[in-house]
């Protein structure tokens, strides 16, 4: 963090956010105000540059296409890879998750590099498309409480050695492997299939980047009142699938 602030920035909004995505970036802000962290948001287009001088960054899902045209500006442009290379944190959401791996398949049927910042590799699922409400338990070692969200996406992530898994699910597909595994992390970069938008359903997840970006243990506590009414129902609704 700045002497100043956290400085917050949201990859591409024109082409990655669907499933209000977008969300993911206003619970990060609101928690940090909450504990009176000052913070900067910028929401980087794909036309402009990706700073490098981010504390925190979000990269949320998107459309085949959209995805294939993030991934090839995200190379090029070399500034996302440059900021985790500094120690900047990372959180993505589905396309960019596959995005941060070694690669995926695109829009056209072709492999598509990735970022190579999480040690996984996508494939296009041969099955049905993987829709629907996921509950799942976070790697403990997060000191998370259970993961909720939404999924929907043809790809399938298989994790390499040096990724984690970032949940285990007890309902919902995740990752799509079978394995049960959903997400992946790997120190300051994180990657899940939830949209929904996560953070909404799951705040912790929030103050887990803050704590992180600001080098703390623990945060000062906020009322969580209306986000546990939300957490309850949507692990009910995941829990007694239609
Ligand atoms: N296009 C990717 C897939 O279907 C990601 C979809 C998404 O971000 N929701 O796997």
């Keep these: 963090m700045s002497e100043s602030s956290l400085r917050l920035v949201w990859v591409y909004p024109d082409l990655l956010s669907t499933y209000g995505d977008q969300g993911n970036a206003l619970v990060v802000e609101r928690r940090a105000k909450q504990r009176r962290v000052p913070v900067t948001r910028t929401d980087v287009r794909s036309d402009q540059p990706v700073p490098t ?18 991934a090839e500006r995200l190379r090029r442009d070399g500034g996302l890879a440059r900021a985790v290379g500094n120690g900047a944190i990372v959180f993505s959401v589905c396309a960019g998750y596959q995005i941060l791996g070694h690669e995926f398949v695109n829009d056209l049927g072709q492999p598509e590099p990735g970022l190579g910042l999480l040690d996984v590799v996508s494939v296009r699922g041969e099955g049905e498309r993987c829709v629907g409400d996921v509950l799942a338990d976070i790697d403990p070692r997060l000191g998370l409480p259970p993961l909720t969200g939404f999924e929907n996406h043809q790809g399938i992530t298989h994790l390499g050695p040096s990724a984690r898994p970032f949940a285990t699910t007890r309902y919902g597909n995740g990752n799509g492997t079978g394995d049960g595994t959903e997400g992946a992390y790997n120190d300051t970069v994180f990657g899940t299939y939830m949209h929904g938008p996560v953070m909404a359903r799951n705040p912790l997840i929030a103050d887990m980047l803050i704590k992180l970006a ?29």
Excluded: H
Aim: aromatic share 6%; glycine share 8%.
């Design 53 to 70: 001088s981010g504390d925190i960054y979000l990269i949320g899902g998107g459309e085949d296409r959209p995805q294939r045209l993030a």
């Design 214 to 242: 600001l080098d703390v243990k623990a945060l000062p506590p906020v009322d969580d009142q209306w986000y546990e009414a939300l957490r309850t129902e949507r692990i009910a609704a995941a829990s007694q699938p239609a």
